[in-house]
């Protein structure tokens, strides 16, 4: 997204934003997994502020094109580890 959302702010990217905390938040268990609401809840900036900190990134709890780009990519590397781990068992 090009704008920031913050505490209170509603939106179908938020609730994506959800899923993909909770997906990484089983390879990092620093990260709580958040609701899945679409609202920039309490346990959604905590989360997103774990995420935050693990990427190295300023720890603001808000949703800004920085923080949106690294969630993408780590989900990205973390669906392709995952992907790659399956191939190898079966």
Not at 29 to 50: F, K, N, Y
Not at 67 to 87: D, I, S
């Amino acid at each position: 997204p090009g704008q920031i959302f913050r505490y209170g702010d509603s939106s179908p990217y938020i609730f994506l934003l959800q899923s993909m905390l909770t997906q990484l938040s089983r390879s990092h268990p620093t990260i709580q997994p958040p609701g899945h609401s679409g609202i920039m809840d309490e346990e959604t900036t905590d989360s997103l502020a774990a995420f935050q900190r693990l990427a190295g990134l300023s720890v603001t709890g808000e949703l800004d094109k920085i923080t949106w780009k690294h969630v993408v990519l780590q989900f990205t590397l973390n669906a392709h580890h995952y992907a790659a781990e399956h191939r190898m068992l079966t």
